[in-house]
Each structure stands twice: as structure tokens, then as C-alpha cells.
């Protein structure tokens, strides 16, 4: 697909966000980029950084231009900004996100449009950190990460051809499949792990001396929490919009946590130990998975 | 205190004996170093690192000469040791460990010794990694960690002291505290998120298809379940010797699982953002906290 000439719009200057202009400012520069955001600093800070030709608060002003828009807000932002971005929109502009759930945005986009632009494809990339804002953003976020692209029914080849094209040029690759399929699969990976994070080290952050605690934790305790560092606002919008997800998982894995409860009570070694060799099993497979996929995130 | 002309002697070679054995011939070249294991092959490889002036598996070997007895074995293996190095410690050795879980070698060594000699001194480096076996070890592992070490109330001044020594040269840092104390931080900060880590992993690994779960993990849950890949041996003795403290710690984590699934139920945006908030406060001062520790791990 040629993306010469193209405008790209992103809404948000957040890490993805930014991370996207980053990238694309170097793999694709043939490509005009405009940034719309609340966020006036970020705003300034990406026209300094040469990144844009246009850094603006209004939708208005950037979107009749643009053939790609690229919604990089919370989840529970997407409506509003469809809502006041639909006057603007020319016919043939493609409408992407990158939010973490994806049922939740195509009902926000049916309540805007009803039926659904065959320009809209909702897409997720499976990259991020626990660090958030516009200056954590940089170009090889998306490198060798996954990005997965949910059509609708309505979704034309064309626009998944453009967006996918798009995301390649940030060296990411490009997974076809269900909304819904997303949402399970990312609640077991992602949503149930970080609520698991924010669980536990809330468990301390309520105790009194709790920083007395910290003195004596190492790097297994950094690396299980350092999800519980990610952004409140963006893990509450997912939780509120892939709850039932989340609950099914969260309920199996409790169930999961009273039998191993049970093994340790009746002292129950083989148990234990059974389960510790399956789990090793499967994450030194992912291991191999993880590094076959990347080098490193 | 004078450590040169010590001999000191390992039992276990695994991450943590070789390390050990390491780290001392680095930083102690007067002391004699010996080890003890049932395993030819890591025995063979110590001897041939030139790591140490014995490498046997006969404790009657090697303890006579031994001024510090040092072992390193899963928690529920240092009361056979201990039992059968008994004939041949004298008084003046000291004796130590590197175990996990405090309160239950004391119950070993009583149950051995009677009245615990002046020299015996339990110890725990929080140092270690998800990998394990000699293969692994290196000589830094326990730069600029915790060893914490509880003496009991027969343990004399001077076992302290030499004790603390030893782990000082290997770079760490000793804290002194009850092995009942030793036993509630280290529930929280470490058993806990191991058991809750296999439990996440395990609850994949029973389902068919887990493989193409992992092809759209990241870097968040790559992180989670990095202590998922533990030794199942030595996390097995871990939970059925400090059953008590880390079934009462799941308790609470239960709990609060619960008020978060609650949350997300009657979608109390705010109840979850303000649980995120202070987590992530929390997580960040630790951050803080671990990198003022220590440069990495």
C-alpha cells in the first residue's frame, strides 16, 4: 500500500501515541503527522521534537485533512472523541485505536455511528510498559511486537490492508481476529496479571511499615510487581469495560489459589510440588516463545 | 575478624553454594574452601573452576577441618544433614545455612541437637534468581543484597561476628532479626508472589492451546511470571515449612481480590483508580528503594 502523502492523525499523546509518531516520523517519512491532544505540553513537546507539521487541540483543525486517525486515549475516552470527531470525517478516512479492549469500542462506535464506517478497524498493538505519558515514547516500541487488528463485519479489505500496512511500517506484525477473542485472550495475559499486581502490593501499601517490607525484597518481588507501577486511569477503564472477562479469569484463578491452599494445609509436598513443575514447564516454554519473538522489550 | 587460614565448606552446590564458593574466592584468597555434594557432575566442574581445595561427597571428609559450615540445600534436607555432619563437627565450628524459611531449620537443628550449640547460626541471602543449579552460580550474586542472618538465643557473639564477616566479603549486606520476623517478611515479600506466580502460569498451563496464549503475552507478563520458573523442590519445602505465615498472608490476598472483584462488579471506577493509585505509589517508592539498593540483579 502506498502511504506516501498520507496524513496520519493521532489523538493522544500518551507513550502509544507518541510512540507511533516516533516511529513512523522514522520509517515512514513520506507520511504528513498531526497530534491532537488536551495536553498542551506533550503538544508543544512533540512540534519541538520535529515530530508533527501540526500539534493541536482541535479536532476540527486536524482531522478534515486526515486518512488515518488513530485514537490513543483510555478506552471510556474513545465515544467521546468519535462523537466529536464525526463531523470532520471525509468518507474515506480510516478510524483505528489502540486501546486494550476492543468489544467496548466498537459499542462506543455503534452508539456514535450506528452502523459501523467500513473505514473502522479497532486494533490493539501488545506492547506498553509500565512507564506512561508522552515522554516515555519511543520509536522501536513496536518493534517485532504484535498488533492485533479486530474488522467488524463491516471493516473493508481496503482498511485493513492501509492500517495494517501502517503498522508494519513500525515494525510491528499484524494478527487478524475477533473482538471478542481479544478480550479473552488479553484478560488472561494482561488485564488478570495487572490486577493481580495492584492487588498485591496494595496488600502492603495499606500496612503500616510497609517500607520496612521493601528492604528485604528482591528482583523476584520487583519483576512481579512492576506491572502494579502502570497507569490508574487506563487499567480502571479496562477493568470497567472487560469485567466479565476479568471476573471469569479472576474466579478460576481463586479457585486455583484455594486448592494449592488445601495442598499446603494437609502438607500435601507432591501437590505442591506437581503443580510447580507444570507451571515451570509451561513458563520456560514461554520463555522460549517470548525470545523467539523478540530480543527484548 | 581474621578470616585467612578459615576453612570453609558448602554443602549443596547449587546456585547458591557455587556463588558463595565464588564470591569467596574472589574476595577471600586465605581461606580454604571445600565442598560437599551428591552431585559428581557439579562436584567434578567446582574442581575443575579450581573453586575449592576439596570437592567430595563424604561429609566425614570434609568436616573435621571445617571452621564454617555453610548449607546450602532445600529447607526440609538440613536436619539429615545436620544429623549425620553432627559426629564430626567440633565445638568451635560454626555452623550456618542458606535456607528460605528461618522458624523451621531451628525446629531441625533441635531436634538434632537438643540445645543448640553457641556456633549454629541461621542465615538467608536475599539473593537468587529463577534459575538455579551450580551451572548458574556467579560471583556476584550477592553484591550489595540483604543476608540476614537470626541468631538464636544460645548463639554466641562471636558466631555473629564471623558469620557477618564471611557474608560481608562476598559484598552483602547483614541484618540481624528473629527467625519469626525473617519468616512473616519474607511470606510477604517473597513466598507469596511465588505461590501466586505458579498459580497464574498453572492455571495457563492445564488448558489446551496455552501456547497461543503466550504469542500475545509482553513484556508485563513475561515479568509477572519470571519466579513461575523457580525450582519446584525447593519451593514445594519453602510452603510446607512456612505453611502458617503464607496461608494467612493468601488469606488477606483473597480478600482483597474479592473487594476488587466486587469493584469491577457494581463498576466503582473510583474504588479500583484509588486501589491503583496507591499501589502504584507504593510500587514506585520501592523502586526507589531497590535501585538505592543496588544498581541491578
Given at each position: 500500500m502506498k502511504m506516501n502523502n498520507y496524513t496520519i492523525t493521532v489523538v493522544g499523546l500518551g507513550l502509544i501515541g507518541g510512540s507511533i509518531l516516533r516511529a513512523l516520523k522514522v520509517n515512514a517519512p513520506g507520511v504528513r503527522l498531526q497530534a491532537v491532544s488536551r495536553d498542551k505540553q506533550a503538544l508543544q513537546q512533540a512540534f519541538n521534537d520535529n515530530l508533527v507539521k501540526l500539534a493541536t487541540s482541535s479536532l476540527e483543525e486536524a482531522i478534515p485533512s486526515t486518512d488515518v486517525l488513530i485514537l490513543c486515549v483510555p478506552v471510556l475516552t474513545v465515544e467521546e472523541i468519535l462523537r466529536l470527531s464525526k463531523p470532520w470525517l471525509r468518507s474515506t478516512t480510516l478510524v483505528t485505536d489502540v486501546c486494550s479492549v476492543k468489544g467496548e469500542v466498537i459499542k462506543a462506535a455503534k452508539r456514535v455511528f450506528g452502523t459501523l464506517p467500513s473505514g473502522f478497524i479497532p486494533g490493539h498493538p501488545i506492547a506498553g510498559s509500565e512507564k506512561s505519558g508522552?515522554?516515555?515514547?519511543?520509536?522501536?516500541?513496536?518493534?517485532?511486537r504484535r498488533v492485533i487488528l479486530t474488522p467488524t463485519d463491516t471493516t473493508s479489505e481496503e482498511a485493513i490492508s492501509a492500517v495494517s500496512a501502517m503498522w508494519e511500517l513500525t515494525g510491528a506484525q499484524v494478527a487478524l481476529m475477533s473482538a471478542d477473542q481479544h478480550d479473552q485472550i488479553l484478560g488472561a495475559t494482561s488485564h488478570l496479571p495487572h490486577l493481580l499486581s495492584y492487588a498485591m502490593v496494595d496488600l502492603f501499601a495499606?500496612?503500616?511499615?510497609h517500607e520496612e517490607i521493601f528492604l528485604y525484597a528482591a528482583g523476584g518481588f520487583r519483576d512481579f510487581t512492576?506491572?502494579?507501577?502502570?497507569?490508574p486511569v487506563m487499567w480502571r477503564d479496562i477493568f470497567l469495560t472487560n469485567g466479565e472477562a476479568t471476573i471469569r479469569l479472576l474466579d478460576n484463578y481463586v479457585e486455583e489459589l484455594h486448592e494449592l491452599k488445601a495442598a499446603i494445609q494437609r502438607a500435601d509436598g507432591d501437590h505442591l510440588e506437581a503443580t510447580f513443575r507444570r507451571a515451570k514447564a509451561a513458563r520456560d516454554m514461554f520463555t522460549e516463545i517470548f525470545s523467539r519473538k523478540s530480543s527484548d522489550q
Open positions: 508522552y515522554a516515555a515514547s519511543i520509536p522501536e516500541l513496536f518493534s517485532q495499606k500496612q503500616a511499615h512492576r506491572i502494579a507501577g502502570s497507569d
